[in-house]
């Protein structure tokens, strides 16, 4: 499937900045989220916020994308700055964060 020109420029207007801030991309996916999965079919896109919890502070976080289908979760994501997909440990890393965490 491709992507419609409007998806398209919102993740182009995205970088550079999406390299290294990863908030830059959550309108996008929060838009192609709720593009693939329709509401009309019962979907639903539940933004969650969750502090780190090596971290004692309120500004360290991250966003969870969680898909739901009749209030069961299908699918997650979580959005890391674009410059983590150059460096496998960081592909990895992130990879085992999210299988430990559901």
């Known amino acids: 499937m491709a992507w ?3 998806t398209r420029k919102q ?13 830059k991309f959550y309108g996008p ?5 709720n ?3 329709s509401k009309a079919e019962d979907f639903m896109v ?7 919890e090596l ?6 976080f991250t966003t969870v994308f969680i898909v739901r289908h009749n209030d069961h979760p299908v699918f997650f ?14 592909r ?4 085992l964060q999210m299988r430990e965490r559901f």
Do not use: C, M, W
């Open 29 to 33: 996916y929060n838009g192609l989220l």
């Open 77 to 90: 994501l979580e959005i890391k700055p674009a410059g983590h997909l150059q460096h496998n440990s960081s």
């Open 55 to 60: 971290s004692k502070t309120a500004a360290d």
């Open 35 to 37: 593009d693939l999965f």
């Open 11 to 23: 993740f182009a207007t995205a970088l550079p900045q999406g390299e290294f801030d990863e908030s």
């Open 46 to 52: 539940v933004p969650q916020y969750k502090r780190s």
């Open 92 to 95: 990895e890393a992130a990879d």
């Open 4 to 6: 419609d020109a409007h």
